[in-house]
């Protein structure tokens, strides 16, 4: 193992520095271009809001200087020996560095909340997540974890409080659950009716009985610890150091991943440049079916597959909530009609015969001409396409198709293309694809990067948009036992999303690669709101199985 002479903690703080830059750059964040990384005094790393740059707090390296370091900082974390501290210490500067260019990034942008530091801590922990967890294999991660209890006895012997760091968490469920209090169902299900219904986790908590009433009493002093956070912060760098360590502990333990895109939108306001999802609280018409059809038409006269499926869809929808409102032989037909709309509209491929021509025999004689089979000879050459549509987005993506510059519209475009070639999404509704569009953040990985790692408990979805990764299992004793490629188009880490099973493979960047995700909090409300995409997604976890199973079979893993 590398000594303590032969390493510059510095040097690795500044390589850290460099690489989260060029890293934070691709996603197009504004990071100052004078941003220093400088060495301090002292045991904190910090942002300064004054000259606006970060400072290390590690001192000049030789021999003395190196005794009294590992004196000072060994005992304060009750290291084991100084080769553990040694290896924290070269995990945990990474992770430093990354949270004060949070800090950095939210003063830039005029966000950074002076009177509420304990929610700036907070969220540049998000970023440092973002920035280093997938780094850390399990076996750093375990280490951390072993390393980071210690230190946190440690040190609540010298501040003379336990659980504050927990109990102040900015997300009590991970909290909860990295004290194995919830279950992940559990947590998923409070985050599914906190968003659907608009209430509070710790309402949830408190009236639901989920977790005892001692643990509800003691997050009652939430608020306390929070302003008590606010009024000394640095200013007792024991009590700051102890809330670092005990919210690291939960970042490691938790099951939630963070990403750089995802920072961008939530924490700097920086929304991906795309088109409004299509709103359902308007009246359809005859005229806007045959403009989407129309649309669709000229889509694929153009070149775009994927406009021209979008639109066609977009008929379908109009054709089926034109039909919904007109008035069948039969009341009961028009309650199966509205019962059973999803279906009709998500049960489209191209090239197959399109199931809404099944309802010729309910349509009245004035409304047959709008079906797949006819509507070709009903609509005009000559009709105003741009007039008849009626949503924003409809309209701003036909006139891109036509060659109107429109970098959203492109952006949107790019999306949907993507999760047109996905197993998962591609038969969903046009709605519906935009509606995951809009909960989609993107990852970008360099050759050889890991996006999930065998063994551990998260259960986010991915699609794979660009380049190629490959992904590698093995058993106890650590021999390969599987192995194989992920190529565009490939939906990975829906079998943890529904089993709620840790990862059964480590998957790797092969090239550089561009993925969307949708994180499984996000993925469990938009399944409550259009359960089809449960459907889908157990039928694409059946065919990875018998894949599975015919492999296995023919002896090949």
Request: aromatic share 8%; proline share 3%; with cysteine.
């Amino acid at each position: 193992m590398t000594s303590w002479l032969e390493t510059d903690l510095f040097g690795l703080g500044q390589a850290a520095f460099d690489d989260f830059k060029a890293e934070l750059l691709t996603y197009g964040l504004d990071i100052d271009p004078e941003l220093e990384l400088r060495r301090a005094n002292g045991l904190l790393c910090y942002y300064s809001v004054t000259d606006h740059h970060i400072y290390l707090s590690i001192p000049e390296w030789d021999d003395t200087s190196i005794a009294i370091f590992q004196m000072v900082v060994g005992s304060l974390f009750d290291a084991e020996d100084e080769a553990a501290l040694l290896r924290f210490l070269k995990l945990f500067i990474p992770r430093v560095i990354a949270h004060e260019i949070g800090h950095h990034l939210r003063h830039r942008q005029g966000l950074f909340d002076k009177a509420n530091l304990w929610q700036e801590e907070q969220i540049a922990n998000e970023l440092a997540v973002a920035l280093t967890k997938r780094r850390w294999s399990p076996e750093d991660r375990a280490f951390c974890t072993r390393f980071i209890r210690r230190a946190i006895d440690s040190l609540a012997t010298k501040v003379g409080q336990k659980m504050i760091a927990n109990d102040s968490y900015s997300d009590v469920l991970e909290a909860l659950y990295s004290e194995g209090r919830l279950g992940t169902r559990t947590v998923m299900t409070i985050r599914a009716v906190g968003e659907l219904f608009d209430v509070e986790p710790l309402d949830i908590l408190a009236k639901a009985g989920v977790v005892p009433a001692d643990v509800v009493a003691r997050l009652g002093g939430r608020d306390d610890l929070i302003t008590d956070f606010n009024a000394t912060y640095t200013n007792d760098q024991l009590t700051y150091m102890y809330y670092q360590m005990g919210w690291l502990q939960v970042d490691l333990t938790s099951r939630e991943s963070g990403y750089i895109d995802e920072f961008a939108r939530v924490r700097l306001n920086v929304d991906p440049e795309l088109l409004p999802p299509v709103p359902r609280d308007y009246k359809t018409s005859t005229g806007q079916v045959m403009a989407c059809y129309r649309a669709h038409q000229r889509a694929l006269a153009a070149g775009s597959e994927v406009g021209s499926n979008y639109f066609y869809k977009r008929y379908r929808t109009e054709l089926l909530e034109r039909l919904q409102t007109a008035k069948l032989g039969v009341p009961v037909q028009v309650a199966a009609l509205k019962r059973n709309g999803d279906f009709l509209l998500e049960s489209w491929d191209a090239g197959e015969t399109d199931r809404l021509e099944m309802l010729a025999p309910l349509v009245p004689a004035r409304l047959r001409s709008l079906l797949p089979s006819r509507i070709d000879q009903t609509v005009q050459p000559d009709l105003n396409v741009r007039a008849l549509l009626t949503t924003e987005t409809d309209r701003r993506l036909f006139e891109h198709l036509c060659g109107r510059d429109d970098p959203a519209a492109a952006n949107t475009l790019e999306r949907l293309a993507f999760l047109d070639r996905s197993e998962l999404f591609k038969s969903l509704s046009a709605e519906v694809l935009m509606d995951v569009a809009h909960s989609m953040f993107d990852i970008r990985l360099r050759t050889d990067e890991v996006i999930i790692w065998q063994g551990e408990h998260q259960n986010d979805v991915y699609v794979t948009a660009a380049g190629a990764l490959r992904y590698e299992a093995r058993n106890a004793r650590g021999a390969l036992v599987k192995k194989g490629d992920i190529v565009v188009g490939q939906v990975f880490g829906e079998m943890s999303f529904l089993a709620d099973q840790a990862r059964n493979a480590t998957i790797v960047a092969s090239e550089p690669t561009r993925l969307l995700v949708v994180k499984g909090a996000d993925l469990s409300v938009l399944i409550y709101e259009h359960p089809s995409i449960m459907k889908r997604l157990a039928t694409v976890m059946v065919r990875r199985l018998a894949a599975t199973m015919a492999d296995g079979a023919g002896g090949a893993g």
